[in-house]
């Protein structure tokens, strides 16, 4: 653009100053046309569990606005399982490609050389936000606020064992909770919306239920504690009422804070020019209603793959549509920068597509496609009217939803077909699950690293808390051959504090720590105070069995260690033991000095 001193002359240039100095008093946001993207995912809910798509049994009628408002996808599929479905949504690649092959254990991380949708939305000059379940990394710099979200507030574990009050992250920071977690995320997203209403942002709000475990409050309950369902699974045997009750009080949960956040919208003036996203993460997580669908949570079938999308954005979209043609997580981040006119560059190539000519109807020349899921060596295949399943049989899902009727005798060259795609995609996956099957955690990328239990390895008699890693502690500590490593990759070389988070009952304090790196230095403490709280509270989970416990861990620097640069093993020893226990261990911090 040329300089002002080179354009036509200004013929009145007070009033010109004028309007300059009432321009400059207006919000910034009056000189943009870049709309607000609002993105939520929920966790463990099946397509099923939404009043919208049949199910007489609850009431969502926040979210069924979404697709009443807006366009439905009626086709549209994730992966079987909660970390594979974000790292697809987050970076528009099948989630082997990614660094992704699982849940826990370091499975979940996403590569950081990664582009994710938050780092594309940032580059175009947006403000970026997250709240809630992120389970895809949790030491720098897998964490998100290294992936492009500017703010951050959640937890990084696949699940939390916990639902009132927990201990969460703020930006790195461990924080307290302030309520429901559900609750409290859409606080903290709705701050963020009015705080940054006057610039274009992008709010990512992952829910981390119906996902166990079932603590629900009693103003959701109360409505299905001794109701029965109308609808119930297809095979009535294999369902667990209380579950079902405790997973669509929380549905019922989830809707309300959606409408929250509806309401702040309107209530903002940001209503019209902000895209607001609705999905699943994979299939329901118990046996309930899920429109006839074979498969659950964890399998490659269409009730495990099946979610619900709803796109809404009043400015720009027609109410009421409704899209068949097949589409998936991958799709998400493309079409979400089409449509916000966002300039897309990534350093990896993306299986996912640009949905935007569905979406206005200029798509009438869409080239079909198939969508592949993969579990382990198992891979099913969706095109737009045949699944074919990981045992090799040919569903018309058109005709059969529920995959009742193997259709490979009728349509032997459509199998054939699938079957050779499925081959090809599963050589492919594989070498990529194989590239990254083992990989140390990350230490010194930022002032303060935190091992957790989930990413630790025990050793002779110690065991974890529960049987799932991702919210566990390690406890059993009877023995001083027993101990806890963890495998570890050290950017910087240095000296670090080391500070154990930990629990020790009366009579048992007085041993000895001993933190190691093999090749490197030790420090060693001595646990001089006992400290032994009850687990939290559990009166308001709604099943009969539970494992989850969570309690309070007490911080106790074990003093300074040198770590050499480089991976290696990180080693927690106890000796002296004064009683029948050493201590129970939540993680451990390295704090770069």
Not at 226 to 251: G, I, N, Y
Not at 257 to 284: K, M, S
Not at 342 to 357: N, Q, V
Not at 488 to 508: F, K, L, Q
């Amino acid at each position: 653009m040329a300089p002002i001193t080179k354009l036509m002359p200004i013929k009145r240039p007070r009033l010109f100053i004028a309007l300059l100095t009432i321009c400059s008093l207006l919000p910034i946001r009056l000189f943009s046309d870049k709309p607000n993207v609002i993105v939520f995912l929920t966790d463990d809910q099946g397509w099923g569990d939404l009043s919208i798509n049949g199910n007489a049994n609850l009431s969502t009628p926040h979210i069924d606005s979404l697709a009443e408002q807006g366009i439905s996808f009626e086709n549209f599929y994730v992966c079987q399982v909660c970390a594979p479905t974000r790292a697809e949504f987050l970076t528009g690649r099948y989630y082997p490609r990614t660094g992704v092959s699982g849940v826990s254990t370091g499975q979940e991380r996403l590569n950081p050389d990664e582009t994710t949708i938050a780092n594309v939305f940032k580059a175009n000059g947006y403000v970026t936000g997250a709240f809630g379940k992120w389970h895809n990394g949790t030491q720098s710099p897998y964490h998100p606020n290294d992936r492009g979200f500017d703010e951050y507030y959640g937890f990084t574990s696949g699940h939390w064992g916990h639902y009132f009050s927990p201990p969460l992250d703020h930006n790195g920071e461990k924080v307290r909770g302030n309520g429901y977690v559900v609750d409290d995320f859409t606080n903290r997203a709705i701050d963020f919306i009015e705080d940054k209403k006057d610039q274009p942002f992008f709010c990512y709000i992952p829910y981390n239920t119906p996902h166990s475990p079932m603590y629900i409050a009693d103003r959701f309950y109360d409505k299905f504690e001794d109701w029965k369902p109308e609808q119930r699974h297809r095979d009535p045997k294999r369902e667990d009422l209380m579950m079902t009750r405790a997973a669509l009080a929380m549905c019922e949960n989830i809707d309300w804070n959606v409408g929250r956040v509806l309401t702040a919208l309107e209530q903002n003036g940001l209503e019209e020019n902000t895209i607001v996203v609705f999905f699943c993460d994979n299939g329901p997580n118990s046996y309930r209603w899920n429109g006839d669908m074979k498969g659950r949570k964890g399998a490659i079938d269409e009730g495990g793959l099946r979610s619900p999308l709803f796109i809404r954005w009043p400015d720009s979209i027609d109410a009421g549509q409704s899209v068949e043609t097949i589409a998936g997580a991958i799709d998400l981040l493309p079409t979400l920068s089409s449509l916000a006119g966002l300039r897309l560059e990534s350093s990896k190539p993306m299986d996912g597509r640009d949905l935007s000519a569905l979406i206005d109807g200029s798509g009438s020349d869409w080239a079909e496609r198939s969508l592949f899921s993969i579990k382990n060596e198992q891979v099913s295949v969706r095109n737009q009217r045949f699944r074919l399943d990981a045992d090799g049989a040919l569903f018309d899902i058109n005709e059969d939803r529920g995959q009742r009727n193997d259709v490979s005798s009728k349509y032997p060259k459509i199998k054939e077909r699938l079957l050779a795609q499925a081959k090809a995609h599963k050589e492919a996956m594989l070498t990529d699950f194989e590239r990254y099957v083992s990989r140390p955690y990350t230490v010194g990328y930022k002032a303060s690293t935190t091992l957790t239990a989930r990413d630790g390895v025990a050793h002779g008699s110690v065991r974890r808390s529960v049987r799932s890693p991702n919210n566990s502690f390690f406890t059993e500590w009877t023995s001083e051959d027993a101990s806890l490593t963890w495998d570890i990759s050290v950017r910087d070389a240095g000296r670090y504090e080391a500070i154990v988070y930990y629990t020790c009952a009366r009579g048992n304090e007085g041993l000895t720590l001993k933190i190691a790196m093999e090749g490197a230095g030790s420090a060693t403490a001595t646990v001089g105070t006992a400290f032994d709280p009850p687990l939290y509270d559990k009166s308001l989970e709604r099943v009969a069995e539970s494992h989850y416990y969570v309690k309070e861990f007490k911080p106790l620097s074990l003093g300074e260690i040198e770590l050499r640069s480089g991976r290696g093993q990180l080693r927690l020893a106890a000796s002296d033991l004064k009683g029948p226990q050493a201590i129970d261990v939540h993680s451990i911090e390295l704090i770069r000095k």
